[in-house]
C-alpha cells in the first residue's frame, strides 16, 4: 500500500501544477478543410480559446497556426508539443522546440519542420500541444486532439493537390532567360511563363504586366537596344496568344543597361540577356482597389 501511495505521488508529481487547459471535449472534436487554389487550412476549433490550423500555401509547405479569439496566453516564448495520449503507456511527448507567442488572433506560425512532425504525431495518435508558462497567468496548454483526423487529412491532401505551383509573392516577378542570346522563347521559359500564366488566370485582381527586356554588352548600342526590345516582345506575345491584352501590359526595353551581372564572363552575359516580368495590382477606373481578404492572397508593393 505504502509502495502505490509513492507511486501515485511521482504520476501527480510529473503532471503540470494548476494548468490551465483548453480543448474541445471528446465528443464535440470536429476536422474542417477549407481552401482554394490559394491555400488550403485544415482546422480544429476549441472550444473558449479559437482554433488550431495547418495552412498550406500555393508554392510552400504547410506550417501550423494557432488562433485566439482573445488571447490568454500573453506575449513570450512557449513550447510545442507532440503529446502522446494518455491511452498510449510508455510513450514520451516529443519536444518541436519553442515557437514565440504574440499578439492579435493569429498567436503563431509554427515552421514547415514542426508542422510537418505535427502531421506524422496526429497519425501516430499524437496531440499538437501548446505550452505556456507567464508569471503573470501561470502554466496554460491548447491542446488538439486526433479523433476523426485520418479522414479530414485526406480531404487536405485532395485540396493541396489543387493549389498553385506558386503564390504571388514567389511569382509576382521572374526572369525570363535568353541564354542563347537569341530573342525566342525556349522550353525553360515557357514554363516560367506558364506558371506565371496559371496566376493571373486563378487572380483576376492582378491585372497588369510589366515587362522589361535586357541584353548583354557583346553587341553595339543600337543593336543591343533592339534586341532588348524583341525578347520583351516575344514575351509579351505569349501573354497575348494565351489571352491577355496588350493594354494591360507595358514593355520597355534598356539594352545593355541595369545588369544584373558584370558582363565579364560568358555565364554573366548570359543571365544578362533577359525579360524581367512584374505582376501588378491596377485598379480599374470607377473601382476601389482589392479588398483586404483578396489582397492577403499576396501582398503586393
Known amino acids: ?116 512532425r505535427l502531421f506524422r504525431g496526429l497519425l501516430e495518435g499524437r496531440s499538437p500541444l501548446v505550452r505556456h508558462y507567464s508569471p503573470a497567468g501561470g502554466l496554460s496548454e491548447v491542446r488538439l486532439l486526433p479523433v476523426k483526423f485520418r479522414q479530414a487529412y485526406g480531404d487536405y491532401e485532395a485540396c493541396t493537390t489543387k493549389l498553385l505551383a506558386k503564390n504571388f509573392e514567389q511569382v509576382r516577378q521572374s526572369q525570363i532567360g535568353f ?26 485582381t492582378v491585372n497588369h504586366l510589366i515587362l522589361d527586356g535586357y541584353s548583354d554588352n557583346s553587341g553595339n548600342r543600337l543593336t543591343n537596344r533592339e534586341l532588348s ?25 534598356h539594352g545593355e543597361q541595369y545588369p544584373l551581372v558584370p558582363n565579364t564572363s560568358a555565364s554573366n552575359r548570359a543571365k544578362n540577356r533577359r525579360v524581367s516580368v512584374r505582376m501588378e495590382r491596377v485598379p480599374e477606373p470607377g473601382k476601389a482597389a482589392p479588398s483586404a481578404s483578396v489582397a492577403s492572397l499576396g501582398t503586393a508593393s
Open 1 to 116: 500500500m505504502r509502495q502505490c501511495y509513492f507511486i501515485l505521488l511521482g504520476m501527480f508529481a510529473s503532471l503540470p501544477a494548476m494548468a490551465l487547459t483548453f480543448q474541445t471535449r471528446l465528443e464535440n472534436i470536429e476536422w474542417k478543410v477549407e481552401g482554394d487554389k490559394f491555400e488550403c487550412r485544415l482546422i480544429q476549433p476549441i472550444t473558449d480559446f479559437g482554433s488550431g490550423a495547418f495552412v498550406r500555401r500555393a508554392g510552400e509547405q504547410a506550417v501550423f497556426r494557432l488562433n485566439a479569439y482573445n488571447s490568454m496566453l500573453g506575449e513570450g516564448s512557449a513550447t510545442l508539443l507532440a503529446a502522446a495520449a494518455p491511452w498510449q503507456p510508455g510513450r514520451g511527448d516529443i519536444d518541436l522546440g519553442p515557437v514565440r507567442i504574440g499578439r492579435g488572433h493569429v498567436l503563431f506560425n509554427s515552421s514547415q519542420a514542426q508542422a510537418g
Open 179 to 204: 541564354p542563347d542570346g537569341g530573342i525566342e522563347l525556349d522550353i525553360k521559359a515557357r514554363t516560367n511563363l506558364q506558371v506565371m500564366l496559371d496566376y493571373l488566370k486563378a487572380d483576376p
Open 229 to 253: 526590345r524583341r525578347r520583351a516582345l516575344a514575351v509579351m506575345n505569349y501573354f497575348k496568344e494565351s489571352g491577355m491584352q496588350e493594354s494591360q501590359m507595358t514593355l520597355r526595353f
